[in-house]
């Protein structure tokens, strides 16, 4: 499947800003599972600093922009052919141990009813590792209904399943929590995907946004496999990987500092269209 993106993130500031600087990761690597064919990363008057691909194969472009400034955007376009490899993750180059991923942070760490979660989700006789992993995410998945506006960026998954309700995120992190308690190695997925009409009859998103998050859980004989409760299934061939984390702060696709005494407002704008 041949997917274009645009992705637009507008930044403005009530009182000009003397400097602003942001850390990017915006643009995906090439895997079995896609192939980027262009890829674009733009912002007016900015300047771009040196690149690097970082230990989970991540790459991380820095942007400085020189005030005064009122108003920085940043545009992404590009196209990528993707492949279903049933959520695995083949072909990515990464230094990283999975290991390190066995760490919880503040948004992920288990509270008493994850575990209590996770223990019931596992606890239906005997299972292999790929078996534990998909009933955690059926688990999350019938744990937490999706529903925008409900949550905020700070949401920590023992808030969301105590609440039973959020987005992709708060289910993201409620997995990579369950898999921590079950001593499975789990990280957060930023990327993008395709909903609506262009998905295909019968294939629409149960969260129906074009910038999404996922999380991947690994498995010594099979690698890393994503796993999506939000939508309650494996990425396929609609979705596009982007980058990874421990967390949704760790795996955000622009993280920045401006310095200056205004306040920041941010709009965000993607689109996902098949070719």
């Not at 064919?37 to 690149?51: H, I, N, P, R």
């Not at 820095?62 to 005064?68: D, I, K, R, Y």
């Not at 996770?118 to 078996?131: E, H, M, N, S, V």
């Not at 955000?252 to 996902?272: W, Y």
């Amino acid at each position: 499947m041949r997917l274009s993106v645009r992705h637009a993130t507008v930044y403005s500031f009530d009182a000009a800003m003397r400097f602003v600087t942001q850390s990017h990761r915006l643009t995906p690597a090439s895997s079995a599972s896609q192939t980027v064919l262009d890829w674009t990363v733009a912002s007016e008057g900015a300047l771009f600093g040196a690149s690097f691909t970082d230990g989970a194969g991540d790459l991380v472009t820095t942007l400085s922009v020189q005030g005064p400034v009122d108003r920085v955007e940043v545009v992404v376009e590009g196209t990528v052919e993707t492949t279903d490899t049933a959520g695995m993750l083949r072909g990515h180059r990464e230094v990283i141990s999975p290991r390190a991923y066995l760490q919880p942070t503040a948004a992920t760490k288990a509270s008493r009813a994850m575990a209590e979660l996770g223990r019931a989700a596992l606890g239906k006789g005997d299972a292999g590792p790929l078996d534990r992993a998909h009933r955690l995410s059926h688990a999350v998945a019938e744990a937490v209904a999706y529903e925008p506006g409900v949550t905020r960026a700070a949401t920590t998954a023992a808030e969301a399943l105590e609440l039973g309700r959020g987005v992709c995120q708060d289910m993201a992190h409620l997995l990579i929590g369950l898999a921590h308690a079950a001593g499975i190695p789990a990280r957060y997925v930023t990327g993008y995907l395709l909903t609506g009409e262009d998905a295909g009859a019968g294939e629409d998103a149960g969260a129906g946004e074009a910038a999404h998050a996922w999380a991947e859980l690994y498995n010594d004989d099979l690698g890393w496999i994503g796993f999506d409760p939000a939508n309650a299934s494996c990425p396929d061939a609609r979705y596009i990987r982007l980058g990874s984390g421990r967390d949704a702060r760790e795996a955000a696709p622009i993280r920045g500092f401006s310095r200056g005494v205004g306040m920041e407002a941010m709009d965000v704008v993607v689109a996902v269209a098949q070719q």
